[in-house]
């Protein structure tokens, strides 16, 4: 289990099971909102280039990701927070299709 960047950045192809907890949990045990996101940490196009990156293989795989503080966001009538988070789930979107693309 890897709850650090440093953790995460050492999982790769040959990890028979991983999981990975992001450092910098927020509300409740969720990712911060874009917005709050910092350099430093990790934003949702980041987990889906890792999980692609140790997902690879010969005979394919499946991946899920979700965008869940678009919700948190719209339930509190937040639209910057809805806006850059469902930009930020874009983005990692764009990562698996840019992948896809190349296989």
């Given at each position: 289990?890897?709850?650090?960047?440093?953790?995460?950045?050492?999982?790769?192809?040959?990890?028979?099971?991983?999981?990975?907890?992001d450092?910098?949990?927020?509300?409740?045990?969720?990712?911060?909102?874009?917005?709050?996101?910092?350099?430093?940490?990790?934003?949702?196009?980041?987990?889906?280039?890792?999980?692609i990156?140790?997902?690879?293989?010969?005979?394919?795989?499946?991946?899920?990701?979700?965008?869940?503080?678009?919700?948190?966001?719209?339930?509190?009538?937040?639209?910057?927070?809805?806006?850059?988070?469902?930009?930020?789930?874009?983005?990692?979107?764009?990562?698996?299709?840019?992948?896809?693309?190349?296989?």
């Amino acid at each position: 289990m890897a709850k650090t960047h440093a953790e995460a950045d050492a999982i790769g192809t040959n990890t028979e099971k991983a999981i990975i907890i992001d450092e910098d949990l927020a509300d409740s045990d969720a990712m911060a909102y874009e917005l709050d996101r910092t350099d430093d940490m990790w934003a949702l196009a980041d987990y889906v280039a890792k999980g692609i990156e140790v997902l690879d293989n010969d005979t394919g795989f499946f991946m899920m990701c979700e965008g869940g503080k678009i919700d948190w966001a719209c339930h509190a009538n937040d639209a910057a927070a809805s806006i850059h988070d469902t930009q930020a789930l874009a983005d990692a979107v764009q990562v698996a299709i840019d992948f896809a693309k190349e296989h």
